[in-house]
T-cell receptor, first 113, second 113 residues
Framework: NAGVTQTPKFQVLKTGQSMTLQCAQDMNHEYMSWYRQDPGMGLRLIHYSVGAGITDQGEVPNGYNVSRSTTEDFPLRLLSAAPSQTSVYFC????????????FGPGTRLTVT | AQTVTQSQPEMSVQEAETVTLSCTYDTSESDYYLFWYKQPPSRQMILVIRQEAYKQQNATENRFSVNFQKAAKSFSLKISDSQLGDAAMYFCAYGGSNYKLTFGKGTLLTVNP
């Protein structure tokens, strides 16, 4: 099993550009989520999904969109990048709810200039 | 909403000695999970240990153990016989009934040879 994979590993965007961060898992996990990590802030939940076709907002959803058309994939879209979205982004998955440990991807470092 | 507090932004320990990282949380739920994650310089999030709130016995994983005080809402991590490879950022996290994992801001552990 590859576990949780994320692409790209690094990305530089200009303000106003859009892009999609890809996330896939091959463990048949129902629950998937996106976090951003900023210095001194820990990890903050952006969006999550409890199954295909179901998504919901986390703590910091503004400026991001998600969809979940399959169990395996959970892409994160930045509609119009802003410097405040410069961060490290992690995708994670788990069998069910937050009661189960989450498996993390390797992260994407995004810089918006 | 649940909150997780790690009051020690940085800690240091001598190789082979023992160190304890602190974590407190706030919740009104009675059934939940608590986690410690390790993030080395590689950026990968690694699960260190998990505690189920309904279990009175403290979890242990080799050199890692927790002191779980449910009434005090405290969940500290003890690392025994510290090794250079233990140097990392450590995050405490809470998983409850709302599908979300809430993280503390992290403690940076330095291991001195």
């Amino acid at each position: 099993n590859a576990g949780v994979t994320q692409t790209p590993k690094f990305q530089v965007l200009k303000t106003g550009q859009s892009m999609t961060l890809q996330c896939a898992q091959d463990m048949n996990h129902e629950y998937m989520s996106w976090y951003r990590q900023d210095p001194g802030m820990g990890l903050r939940l952006i969006h999550y999904s409890v199954g295909a076709g179901i998504t919901d907002q986390g703590e910091v959803p503004n400026g991001y969109n998600v969809s979940r058309s399959t169990t395996e994939d959970f892409p994160l879209r930045l509609l119009s990048a802003a410097p405040s979205q410069t961060s490290v982004y992690f995708c994670a998955s788990s069998l069910q709810t937050g009661r189960h440990e989450q498996y993390f991807g390797p992260g994407t470092r995004l810089t918006v200039t | 909403a649940q909150t997780v507090t790690q009051s020690q932004p940085e800690m240091s320990v001598q190789e082979a000695e023992t160190v304890t990282l602190s974590c407190t949380y706030d919740t009104s739920e009675s059934d939940y999970y608590l986690f410690w994650y390790k993030q080395p310089p590689s950026r990968q999030m690694i699960l260190v240990i998990r505690q189920e709130a309904y279990k009175q016995q403290n979890a242990t994983e080799n050199r890692f153990s927790v002191n779980f005080q449910k009434a005090a809402k405290s969940f500290s991590l003890k690392i025994s016989d510290s090794q250079l490879g233990d140097a990392a950022m450590y995050f405490c996290a809470y998983g409850g009934s709302n599908y979300k994992l809430t993280f503390g801001k992290g403690t940076l552990l330095t291991v001195n040879p």
